[in-house]
């Protein structure tokens, strides 16, 4: 009987070989799921109580506002990355967001936010097949310090969490998530913009 557990015990379980090519596909896919997945969600996690009282802050900044002017950018290492994607497109989408939303899109001045976005596109890989992607959204207005009013200085009111999406995908889908984001992130400044601003009912309405 100790024999025979020796035997077994000694003998080798032989495994299928898989090539090098199915197991870094395998990873490879497995990995970029899990980024795309980081992608959809916000880059900063808070408890619900702690979240809603930054954001009962930050979107307490937009009242007032006349309205923002928007400036987008794109940082790339290499110019040919993602070539059609466009600055100006881009600053396309958040303006039709934003003005759909109710929200003047305006010339730079004091009493108007500067809504900013700046996208960076890197390739994971020499052919350029798959792309790193970080976007970023944020609303700077000129404020002055507490310990001294004279003082002024430029300083991002918003968002109250990091409005961060960033993620990997191919180049095939790495334009239309890169726009979606951006849209999704003007139409969340906007909802906050028009939780500040409510829309006043013209006198005489029964509404």
């Known amino acids: 009987m100790n ?31 899990c ?15 702690e979240k809603q009282q930054l ?15 928007v ?3 794109i940082i790339r290492d290499d110019p040919n990355t993602l070539s059609l994607l466009k600055d100006n497109q ?8 934003l003005q759909k ?3 003047e899109i305006l010339p730079p001045a004091p009493d108007v936010g ?6 960076n596109v890197t390739p994971t890989d020499r052919n350029g097949a798959n792309i790193a992607m970080h976007v970023q959204s944020s609303l700077m207005q000129i404020v002055n310090l507490a310990r001294d009013i004279t003082i002024k ?13 960033f993620g990997i995908a191919s180049i095939a889908i790495a334009k239309s998530a890169i726009e979606r984001a951006v849209k999704d992130q003007a139409a969340t400044f906007a909802a906050d913009y028009n939780s500040a601003n409510p829309k006043q009912n013209p006198p005489g309405s029964n509404q």
């Open 35 to 49: 980024i795309l997945l980081l992608f959809t969600c916000p880059a900063f996690a808070v408890s619900p109580s």
């Open 101 to 103: 939303a109710g929200i």
């Open 3 to 33: 024999s025979k557990k020796a035997k077994i015990k000694n003998q080798k379980v032989k495994l299928p070989k898989l090539s090098n090519s199915i197991w870094s596909s395998s990873l490879f896919l497995h990995f970029t799921f």
């Open 114 to 119: 500067l809504y900013i976005v700046l996208v």
């Open 90 to 97: 881009l600053a396309g989408i958040v303006e039709m967001t």
């Open 153 to 165: 200085t430029e300083a991002q009111t918003w968002p109250s969490l990091g409005q961060v999406r």
């Open 55 to 69: 954001e009962n802050f930050h979107v307490s900044t937009l009242k007032g506002l006349r309205g923002v002017s």
């Open 71 to 73: 400036s987008v950018k």
